[in-house]
């Protein structure tokens, strides 16, 4: 289980951050007092704007961040004092981790697999599974720097699933890939969650959300402004779909927030 209690993360901004973003504040919250749960075979999406404070919180289960309150717990460890045994009971793919241009699929995921301290046959018998799972026997042999957007997507997926981890977080895995791609990568989340994983997946695509969640947290402005089940916020905001419960649910926080911000 991934437990998130009370999470908040506040960033202390320079005199040219402060300027960029026209404010006489020297903090930034970036999440406020968030609390969750994902549990195994599940599917746990956070839905919400950019800049709304998603990655923030996934950064933070992922040990890449501390939390400035709250406590995080992935499996029983505590991401703060337990944060060598947090990593080895995850995966964790963000756009913005790329693998090294100058070295092959094949390669990289043979590195990746000793670091992890796995076998030979271990890794090899991954790469079999993997490989044929996103099709990427076809391009192993070749540069990351020679690959599509989607064949690194699939590299990259597949390199960070090496160890087969129990908790699987994913920032934004579809986002600019073409629907072919998109859809090998939503389905293999299906697959994960038929094997028991956690899985939690961040996403502003509200239609994937729908098809992917089975439960969700709407996290605006740093805070949680919905937390459940795809059917209760349907019947919160009585909307047809999640993306208009989203713009129902998000006009109802900000129209809250305003008049304490000005």
């Not at 018998?125 to 490989?131: N, S, T």
């Not at 042999?141 to 994913?170: C, R, W, Y």
């Not at 997946?201 to 439960?215: F, P």
Request: net charge negative; charged share 25%; aromatic share 8%.
């Amino acid at each position: 289980m991934v437990e998130i209690k009370e999470l908040t993360k506040i960033y202390k901004l320079s005199k040219k951050q402060m300027a960029k973003m026209k404010t006489k504040k020297n903090t930034k919250v970036a999440v406020d007092h968030v609390s969750f749960t994902a549990s195994e075979g599940e599917i746990f999406c956070l839905l919400g704007p950019n800049g709304a404070g998603k990655t923030t919180t996934l950064r933070c289960i992922a040990t890449l961040l501390d939390p400035t309150e709250g406590q995080v717990t992935v499996e029983g460890y505590d991401t703060v004092k337990q944060g060598q045994d947090v990593r080895a009971n995850i995966a964790f793919l963000t756009n913005e981790v790329k693998l090294d241009p100058n070295f092959t699929p094949d390669y990289l995921f043979t590195f990746f697999g000793k670091l992890r301290g796995m076998t030979e046959k271990q890794i090899l018998a991954r790469k079999e599974e993997l490989f044929s799972y996103f099709g990427i026997s076809e391009f192993e042999n070749k540069k990351i720097s020679e690959l599509s957007t989607g064949m690194k997507q699939k590299a990259s997926i597949a390199v960070s699933l090496i160890h087969d981890p129990k908790v699987v977080i994913f920032d934004e895995p579809t986002n600019g890939l073409d629907i072919i791609t998109a859809r090998a990568v939503t389905d293999y989340l299906k697959l994960l969650k038929e094997q028991g994983k956690i899985i939690i997946v961040s996403t502003h695509i509200m239609s994937e959300a729908q098809k992917l969640a089975d439960r969700m947290a709407m996290i605006i402005n740093g805070r949680c402004a919905f937390c459940g089940l795809l059917s209760d916020v349907l019947e919160q905001t009585g909307a047809e779909d999640l993306e208009d419960a989203f713009f129902e649910i998000y006009k109802r926080t900000v129209n809250v927030d305003s008049p304490e911000e000005q």
